[in-house]
């Protein structure tokens, strides 16, 4: 319906004339929709208006404290950047929740959305005058990457599958360099807090401003180690990196194969153990799995904390959906994270989109998050996690479900608290297997295909009749379907 720039166009319309800050805006915008891609721009970005410089700020707006934290986390760097470039004065963006900023979202009058900000907007005339002279830009340290501020330990939800992690990050973070932990190497699969636990560290360690820390991913430090040679000036980056107090290296996995620099680092690792300083380093495996490391090197990285982080179970999916729909402000009912948990059992960063996307649909069209739109809005998602459902599969969530005993699903038994999920059970194999009625019968305790007909009459009477019982069953079925 409407492109990247049209509702800033409207905006300047509504205004008359066309400010400069407006022209600058419009090209940032189509930067940035070139960069992200023009999904992720009308997802995120296109909402957003602009506000009024103040001295070296500029204010943008979102309709919504959700989007403005997502914008803020994601883009918030990169807007600062394009609005330097744009105008050298400005070296800040404010990122503001402005309701009415959002076209779709509510009908209440527009208060300080980006129209009305617009029509604040100074003159270019004095936003230049802001630039006397540019101060040096902050200037971070070439080289160490910067820690997200969204990336703490208050924020990392702990459960079974990553406790031992997270206590000895706690601990490295509360007294680096002390025996046992040193260095501390943390290990697991894609997207279950490696980094974020890392970052954790840093943070906390950089806010009692106790000591320097140096966080990259090994990535980094490779393309560091060969930009120093190729500029000769490898003692350096050799020194830069042997003053930290604390280094961390982000997915160490990636050195191998890499022969010199692992070698660089195998010597800076030993020169800041043997001084004392705190390494961490984090990995897809353990050490000793680490093949096409240097034997060295892995004995070296063995000798501290070593600590995995396990899959996510059920339970800990489920606590981490609750603390980010929190976080976020939008009602999500409990029925939509379970099914979540059950339906994306990939990793923690997976179970964070599909969140924050049905949060940004909820946000973005004022509507409620309810099990249908969940489906609808994630079909991609869920569709890549699905799988062939089979009855003993069926069986079993659906017994669990109503807490009775698998062995229930074909015991002769027929008191309407068994009789009950047996036949929920069934009429799911029906609607969701292509198994034939008299097979259906067969893995139910050898019922005959006239019973599997029945309780498939009698599922359908009762979801007609009673909505809870309909709920419970569309729920399951949600969970089950391939
Ligand atoms: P890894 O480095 O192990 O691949 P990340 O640390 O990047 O994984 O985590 C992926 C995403 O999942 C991040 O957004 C992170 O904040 C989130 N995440 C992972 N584990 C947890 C947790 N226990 N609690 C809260 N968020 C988590
Ligand atoms: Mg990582």
């Avoid at 490696?194 to 090994?218: D, F, N, P, Q, W």
């Avoid at 020169?271 to 495996?285: F, N, P």
Wanted: overall charge negative; aromatic content about 8%; glycine content about 6%.
């Amino acid at each position: 319906m409407t492109g990247g720039l049209e509702g800033y166009d409207e905006v300047a319309e509504a205004n008359a004339q066309k400010s400069i800050l407006d022209i600058h805006w419009s090209r940032i915008c189509a930067r940035l929709k070139a960069e992200v891609g023009e999904v992720e721009y009308n997802t995120w970005l296109r909402q957003m208006g602009v506000g009024p410089v103040d001295e070296d700020e500029i204010t943008l707006y979102l309709p919504t404290r959700f989007l403005r934290d997502w914008v803020r986390g994601q883009y918030g760097d990169r807007l600062g950047a394009l609005w330097h470039a744009e105008v050298p004065a400005i070296r800040r963006v404010e990122l503001q929740v402005a309701r009415g900023a959002s076209p779709a979202t509510d009908g209440d009058a527009p208060s300080a959305g980006p129209a009305s900000a617009a029509a604040a907007t100074p003159p270019v005339a004095e936003v230049v005058a802001v630039v006397e002279e540019p101060r040096a830009a902050e200037v971070r340290s070439d080289l160490a990457a910067p820690l997200d501020p969204r990336f703490t330990f208050d924020t990392f939800v702990v459960g079974k599958p990553n406790e031992f992690a997270y206590a000895c990050a706690r601990r490295v973070a509360e007294r680096p360099s002390s025996p046992g932990f040193n260095p501390l190497f943390l290990y697991g699969g894609v997207g279950l807090g490696k980094t974020h636990l890392m970052h954790a560290i840093g943070s906390e360690l950089v806010r009692e401003g106790r000591v320097s820390v140096a966080y990259m991913s090994a990535e980094k430090f490779m393309y560091r180690f060969i930009a120093a040679i190729r500029s000769q000036s490898t003692m350096e980056f050799k020194e830069q990196l042997r003053s930290v107090d604390v280094l961390m290296i982000d997915d160490l996995q990636f050195l191998i194969g890499k022969d010199n620099t692992q070698e660089e680092f195998f010597h800076t690792f030993n020169a800041l153990v043997d001084a004392g300083r705190q390494i961490v380093v984090s990995a897809d495996k353990s050490p000793s799995d680490l093949s096409g490391l240097e034997d060295r090197l892995r004995t070296r990285l063995g000798c501290g904390m070593v600590a995995d982080i396990h899959a996510t179970t059920f339970e800990l999916r489920i606590s981490i959906l609750e603390a980010k729909a929190a976080a976020s402000g939008v009602e999500v009912p409990a029925k939509v994270l379970e099914f979540l948990a059950h339906k994306i059992t990939s990793n923690v960063r997976e179970l964070e989109g599909a969140l924050n996307r049905l949060i940004a649909h909820a946000n973005l069209f004022g509507r409620p998050v309810t099990l249908e739109a969940t489906q609808d809005v994630l079909h991609d998602i869920l569709k890549a996690n699905n799988r062939r459902v089979t009855i003993e599969e069926i069986q079993r969530k659906v017994a669990e479900h109503w807490n009775i005993r698998l062995t229930d699903m074909s015991s002769a038994r027929r008191s309407t608290v068994v009789a009950r999920p047996r036949q929920v059970a069934m009429y799911l194999s029906k609607q969701l297997t292509s198994r034939s009625l008299p097979e259906i019968g067969r893995k139910f305790g050898n019922r005959d295909h006239t019973t599997v007909i029945y309780a498939v009459r009698r599922v359908m009477e009762l979801m007609e009749q009673d909505p809870a019982f309909a709920e419970d069953v569309e729920l399951l079925r949600r969970m089950l379907e391939s």
